[in-house]
């Protein structure tokens, strides 16, 4: 099974800040990697899917790249409603694995 | 609209069975890829299983924690996704949620099962 670590586990910033979070798979994935944001209650939202294609609606201050086995998910300027749970997941192959999750919390 | 509902959720005792639907509606449900995917009570997300569409011969595949008490079918006269549990077990407590499989850009709300005595 491909292994997806993401870090940092937990970030506090600030409105206006520029994040980034990463995430590292245990074998080469190509750009077989999304991006997803989850507020609490909620189900997982789409951010970025093929690595760094931006979800139509999704703000242009989310931003991803990478391709092979490392990865970065930008938010350019945060926003009250960015703070939330950030996760990567890798659709290369089955079983398609989540990343232990990032949450992104206020200053 | 694009919508996917799941229903079904639940108390259930360990040992237990279950079914889980997913209606789906607004695209073209016989060709997608589905999955299903669960989150535990304050935990992160985790991939159950999925089912090919139509021209990838409606195959499925498991994670490991449920292979063998979980199967995945889909009746795509009803543009509908189910999953059947059997064999309950307390750590199959989640939320689960069904979602197109490859870019998961489609999911339901979740529907709740508690597996507890």
């Known amino acids: 099974d491909i292994q997806m670590t993401q870090s940092p586990s937990s970030l506090s910033a600030s409105v206006g800040d520029r994040v980034t979070i990463t995430c590292r798979a245990s074998?080469?994935?190509?750009?077989?990697l999304n991006w997803f944001q989850q507020k609490p209650g909620k189900a997982p939202k789409l951010l970025i899917s093929?690595?760094?294609s931006l979800k139509s609606g999704v703000p242009s201050r989310f931003s991803g790249s990478g391709s092979g086995t490392d990865f970065t998910l930008t938010i350019s300027s945060l926003q009250p409603e960015d703070f939330a749970t950030y996760y990567c997941q890798q659709s290369y192959s089955t079983p398609r694995t989540f990343g232990q999750g990032t949450r992104v919390e206020i200053k | 609209e694009v919508q996917l509902v799941e229903s079904g959720g639940g108390l259930v005792k360990p040992g237990g069975s279950l079914r889980l639907s997913c209606a789906a509606s607004?695209?073209?449900?016989?060709?997608?890829?589905m999955s299903w995917v669960r989150q535990a009570p304050g935990k992160g997300l985790e991939w159950v299983g999925h089912?090919?569409?139509?021209?990838?011969?409606?195959?499925?595949d498991y994670a490991a924690p449920v292979k063998g008490r979980f199967s995945i079918s889909r009746d795509d006269s009803k543009n509908t996704l189910y999953v059947q549990m059997d064999s309950l077990k307390t750590e199959d407590t989640a939320v689960y949620y069904c979602?197109?499989?490859?870019?998961?850009?489609?999911w339901g709300q979740g529907t709740m099962v508690t597996v507890s005595s």
């Open positions: 089912i090919k569409g139509k021209t990838g011969g409606g195959t499925t």
């Open positions: 074998q080469s994935i190509s750009n077989y």
């Open positions: 979602t197109t499989d490859g870019t998961f850009d489609i």
């Open positions: 093929a690595a760094s």
């Open positions: 607004g695209f073209t449900f016989s060709n997608a890829w």
